[in-house]
């Protein structure tokens, strides 16, 4: 529509008419109250939803569907980092090489827990039927083909 008026801008100045003033169609999003009530529950802002399901999941799964889990695993990972430290400084002054070593070895581990970490959640949401289903039918409500 605006390339159309940009267009006839031309034509109102040849009929000496003023020119139709364009305005921004305004849009909204109408939330079902089921919705909303998620929305709440979850502690998430419509905006959150723009980043997907996926981006959700580890923050509903930590907070709100097995905290304990995941506080347990965010604790052995900080463990095994502060040795990793320890380790790390021994090493350093024994022998350079074994610190540049112990640097590899250490991403290593830590991409092994962060797996563990999301199969852990990926377990927990698909084992939690219902808040599965409500989320899933919230984005499909909200964001149809993930799109507003």
């Keep these: 529509e605006i390339a159309y008026f940009a ?3 031309e034509v109102y100045r040849v009929l000496d ?3 139709t003033p364009i305005l921004h169609r305004q849009s909204f999003t109408m939330v079902e109250s089921r919705h909303a009530r998620s929305l709440k529950k979850y502690e998430l802002r419509f905006t959150d939803l723009f ?3 996926d981006s959700l999941l580890p923050r509903i799964v930590d907070e709100y569907l097995n905290a304990d889990t995941a506080g347990l695993i965010a604790e052995v990972e900080a463990r ?8 790390d400084l021994n090493l350093a002054a024994v022998d350079p090489t074994l610190a540049n070593n112990l640097e590899k070895r250490r991403r290593k581990i830590i991409y092994h827990i962060e797996s563990i970490r999301n ?3 990926h377990s927990q949401f ?3 039927e219902v808040i599965r289903r409500r989320l899933e039918t919230m984005f499909a409500a909200i964001l149809p083909h993930e799109h507003l």
């Design 7 to 9: 267009q006839s801008g």
């Design 17 to 19: 008419r003023p020119i």
């Design 51 to 53: 980043a997907g399901l």
């Design 80 to 87: 095994i980092n502060s040795e990793l430290d320890r380790l």
């Design 119 to 121: 199969k852990f959640r």
């Design 126 to 128: 698909s084992r939690d």
